[in-house]
């Protein structure tokens, strides 16, 4: 089940916090409860992708997304992502969380979102692809950084995202099914 009441826990928690700029890192404190875990009673690799979520809401909150989001009525996806694990995360484990913008190009916001133990390791690291969507489908990002007010450009997109990118575009979609 979708933690509802965890996603407005962090975002009545955060909603009086400074605004950020539109890459600026959010950061917030997340538990591994027992509902988060698997058969080796650590964080489950599924339900780390919805905890994240839990950091990218307050994020869009921050930096003013979500109030355009409600004015336009548009929506905010996923549209890909990869997860690097590293570090087991145990029931009851704190971690910080660390979320922001890298950078965008014309079709796509390319968000990272980390996880940090208490010891300063990193358990976990996220590359989001997020697409706004309008009625009409994708909403260009240079239109969204319009509806914010900002007519900021994309900051450098790194070579490492760049490459992840390109592995996409490579990748033959829809998948191949077999003959049989």
């Known amino acids: 089940m979708y933690p509802f009441i965890r996603l407005v826990w962090q975002v009545v928690k955060h909603r009086r916090d400074a605004r950020l700029p539109l890459t600026g890192t959010h950061v917030s404190t997340h538990y591994c409860l027992p509902w988060d875990i698997d058969l080796w009673w650590e964080l489950n690799n599924g339900r780390?992708?919805?905890?994240?979520?839990?950091g990218r809401i307050p994020l869009a909150q921050r930096v003013g997304l979500i109030d355009v989001l409600r004015e336009k009525g548009w929506g905010l996806t996923v549209a890909?992502?990869?997860?690097?694990?590293?570090?087991r995360v145990r029931m009851f484990d704190r971690i910080e969380m660390r979320s922001r913008a890298t950078c965008w190009d014309e079709r796509f916001v390319y968000v990272e979102q980390s996880m940090w133990k208490r010891n300063g390791e990193c358990s976990s690291h996220a590359l989001l692809?997020?697409?706004?969507?309008?009625?009409n489908?994708?909403?260009p990002p240079g239109e969204v950084m319009a509806a914010l007010g900002r007519g900021d450009e994309s900051p450098e997109m790194p070579e490492w995202i760049a490459r992840w990118i390109a592995a996409e575009d490579a990748r033959p979609w829809p998948p191949m099914q077999d003959a049989d």
């Open 137 to 139: 489908g994708i909403v």
């Open 129 to 135: 692809r997020m697409a706004v969507t309008g009625k």
């Open 48 to 54: 780390t992708l919805t905890i994240f979520d839990l």
């Open 80 to 87: 890909g992502s990869v997860v690097r694990y590293r570090r």
